[in-house]
Nanobody, 127 residues
Framework: QVQLVESGGGLVQAGGSLRLSCVAS????????VGWFRQAPGKEREFVAA????????NYADSVKSRFTISRDNAKDTVYLQMNSLKPEDTAVYYC????????????????????WGQGTQVTVSS
């Protein structure tokens, strides 16, 4: 089992930045890819970004490319999502999730591949 706890959300003006953190506990965190997803009110949860277990590869939704950066520190069992140039449409609850295990370089966007999920952190971007 892996427990994931997100933090770093909050209220920010459009154009601002936030850095989300996802801290893992439980089994070895460094053996699997980690992803960030988000769910806006009235919408389905969608993929944001993912990073492979050794940071060899990352994957981004088109809507966040060049604005968001995913990174990880396996020594700290933590994955980060640096969000710059935030827009009101980025408002959502952000979730981190991890696979049970993944091969090197694998960073999937499909939600169904992720086994463990955090409780989410709210990000609100005002215009």
């Amino acid at each position: 089992q892996v427990q994931l706890v997100e933090s770093g959300g909050g209220l920010v003006q459009a154009g601002g930045s936030l850095r989300l953190s996802c801290v893992a506990s439980g089994r070895t965190f460094s053996s699997s890819a980690v992803g960030w997803f988000r769910q806006a009110p009235g919408k389905e949860r969608e993929f944001v970004a993912a990073i492979s277990k050794n940071s060899f590869n990352s994957n981004y939704a088109d809507s966040v490319k060049s604005r968001f950066t995913i990174s990880r520190d396996n020594a700290k069992d933590t994955v980060y999502l640096q969000m710059n140039s935030l827009k009101p449409e980025d408002t959502a609850v952000y979730y981190c999730a991890s696979l049970v295990y993944s091969t090197t370089g694998y960073a999937p966007a499909r939600e169904m591949e992720y086994a463990y999920w955090g409780q989410g952190t709210q990000v609100t971007v005002s215009s």
